[in-house]
């Protein structure tokens, strides 16, 4: 997949612009692995959920990464 410009909104309501580097389902849900435009070091991985999308951190961060680098 090439990566796509995006632009999100957070939850302070300013637009920020991203890259979107992948999207996949994993375990019934959908993530996206983005890269801020302005600051390529700020990489997020983000889930659907109701009315949007989240940032995914800690234990639920780690188990899917995890499970990234196996399929690869």
Do not use: K
């Not at 637009?15 to 692995?33: K, Q, V």
């Not at 983005?34 to 109701?50: F, K, N």
Request: proline letters at 1%; a negative charge; hydrophobic letters at 35%.
């Amino acid at each position: 997949m090439d990566a796509e410009d995006i632009s999100l909104i957070d939850e302070s309501g300013e637009e920020r612009r991203f890259r979107l580097h992948d999207a996949f389902d994993l375990a019934d849900r959908t993530y996206y692995l983005v890269e801020s435009v302005d600051d390529p070091e700020q990489v997020l991985l983000l889930r659907d959920a109701e009315g949007g999308l989240e940032t995914v951190e800690g234990d639920e961060f780690d188990r899917v990464i995890e499970m990234l680098e196996q399929e690869d």
